[in-house]
């Protein structure tokens, strides 16, 4: 979805360097995700924002943080990378006001991140 | 938690025969039921959701089906094409609340529809 956009889309890093992820979103929603693919596993939640001020770990959060630095915007670090951290990781948003309060979720196109 | 199980990972079906996708899922306050698209280099795509209070929903060639006695649902896909070929996921939320931000994702179907 071209309203969420993913920088950098390819990533190759080396293991205990720090990197960043970023999202950002015109769709004015005020909820945004990171989620990690991994082949087989489907998508598992990292962290989780309702607002600027309200950040929540997911079910994966070990190794990673984020920070809300906007409406807008939302980032994911890894503050160490190491090789088992090697997948595609996606950026979503949503509107609890939409549909009812009903959770439609919008995917940026996705980073794929690989540490050697 | 709630958990969601997705079979079969892998499908393959001929060009304009229809294709079945299968989810149960665990928690019995869930009431949200949305099947995502992704396409090969893209992100999951919402195609289609159904939510607690019906049985059945269509939109053109897909349909979802929902059985929340069994808690399973499935996706129902008529007439494919080589289009449709991408992976699938079905995920399960407690669809309005406090909890409804959280999607629980099946781990997906590789679908693919052969000329």
């Known amino acids: 979805d071209a309203d969420v956009t993913q920088t950098p889309r390819n990533r190759i890093t080396k293991t205990g360097k720090r990197i960043m992820l970023e999202c950002s979103q015109t769709?004015?929603?005020?909820?945004m995700y990171w989620y990690r693919q991994d082949p087989g596993l489907g998508l598992r939640l990292i962290y989780y924002?309702?607002?600027?001020?309200?950040?929540n770990k997911g079910e994966i959060s070990d190794g990673y943080s984020v920070s809300r630095q906007a409406q807008a915007k939302f980032s994911l670090s890894l503050e160490s990378a190491i090789p088992n951290q090697t997948a595609l990781y996606f950026c979503?948003?949503?509107?609890?006001?939409?549909?009812?309060?009903?959770?439609?979720?919008?995917f940026g196109p996705g980073t794929r991140l690989t540490v050697l | 938690g709630e958990n969601v199980e997705q079979h079969p990972s892998t499908l393959s079906v001929q060009e304009g025969d229809s294709a079945v996708i299968k989810c149960t899922y665990s928690d019995s306050a869930s009431n949200y039921f949305p099947w995502y698209k992704q396409e090969l280099g893209k992100g999951p795509q919402l195609i289609i959701d159904i939510r607690s209070n019906v049985g059945e929903k269509k939109d053109q060639r897909i349909a979802v089906t929902l059985n929340k006695t069994a808690k399973h649902f499935s996706l129902h896909i008529t007439e494919t094409q080589p289009e449709d070929s991408a992976v699938y996921f079905c995920a399960a939320s407690r669809g309005s609340g406090g909890s409804n931000y959280k999607l629980t994702f099946g781990k997906g179907t590789l679908l693919t529809v052969n000329p």
């Open positions: 924002s309702f607002d600027v001020k309200d950040i």
């Open positions: 769709k004015g929603h005020d909820r």
């Open positions: 979503a948003t949503s509107d609890f006001r939409d549909a009812g309060g009903y959770n439609e979720q919008f």
